[in-house]
T-cell receptor, first 111, second 115 residues
Framework: TQLLEQSPQFLSIQEGENLTVYCNSS?????LQWYRQEPGEGPVLLVT?????EVKKLKRLTFQFGDARKDSSLHITAAQPGDTGLYLC???????????FGAGTQVVVTP | DAGVTQSPTHLIKTRGQQVTLRCSPK?????VSWYQQALGQGPQFIFQ???????QRGNFPDRFSGHQFPNYSSELNVNALLLGDSALYLC??????????????FGPGTRLLVL
């Protein structure tokens, strides 16, 4: 059972379109991370958010942490084929780094 | 600067056997966490080692055990393998576990197939 619910499960878009993926929970997190994972590899950290309401931008990626620190979103502007991958969110409920992961959103960007 | 490394990359075992997976953390990191990722799922937390002790544990049976060595490397042992143990096993290392700005770095994983 995943503590974090991610939606949608799968997203297929054309290059140049925008997309948003969501990560929701009933639990409050001390920090939340977003990862991208490609087949046969481990997840690669994209961003860590720790403050409620925080917004972080990483080039075309915008991450938002909910005010109550229970949810987050990832928005990609002008998606490119290189953005293809499994996007995972992971939340820590304590300061010792025990992270709970969502099931992920598979994003496919076609040229 | 070497990142997190894991060995072996792939492994095939039969039911009832035992397996040991290995992880070397990123240089300077002292905390190692292990995760199990079944096909189509997100990683599930198994346990975390810090200062050679298991500090946190997820919802996994006692068949799953681990160890951390003085050089911070770690092993994951699984006894009495079941078909359902087939998965990608990921190791993640981190620094400063008491900080809210926790940053984990994952290794490439070990893909275990139990027949």
């Amino acid at each position: 059972t995943q503590l974090l619910e991610q939606s949608p499960q799968f997203l297929s878009i054309q290059e140049g379109e925008n997309l948003t993926v969501y990560c929701n929970s009933s639990s409050v997190f001390s920090s939340l991370q977003w990862y991208r994972q490609e087949p046969g590899e481990g997840p690669v950290l994209l961003v860590t958010v720790v403050t409620g309401g925080e917004v972080k931008k990483l080039k075309r990626l915008t991450f938002q942490f909910g005010d109550a620190r229970k949810d987050s979103s990832l928005h990609i502007t002008a998606a490119q084929p290189g953005d293809t991958g499994l996007y995972l969110c992971a939340g820590a409920t304590d300061s010792w780094g025990k992270f709970q992961f969502g099931a992920g959103t598979q994003v496919v960007v076609t040229p | 600067d070497a990142g997190v490394t894991q060995s072996p990359t792939h492994l095939i075992k039969t039911r009832g056997q035992q397996v040991t997976l290995r992880c070397s953390p990123k240089s300077g990191h002292d905390t190692v966490s292990w995760y199990q990722q079944a096909l189509g799922q997100g990683p599930q937390f198994i346990f975390q080692y810090y200062e050679e002790e298991e500090r946190q544990r997820g919802n996994f049976p006692d068949r799953f055990s681990g160890h951390q060595f003085p050089n911070y490397s770690s092993e994951l042992n699984v006894n009495a393998l079941l078909l359902g143990d087939s998965a990608l096993y990921l190791c993640a290392s981190s620094l400063d576990p008491g900080s809210r700005k926790e940053t984990q770095y994952f290794g490439p994983g070990t893909r275990l197939l139990v027949l």
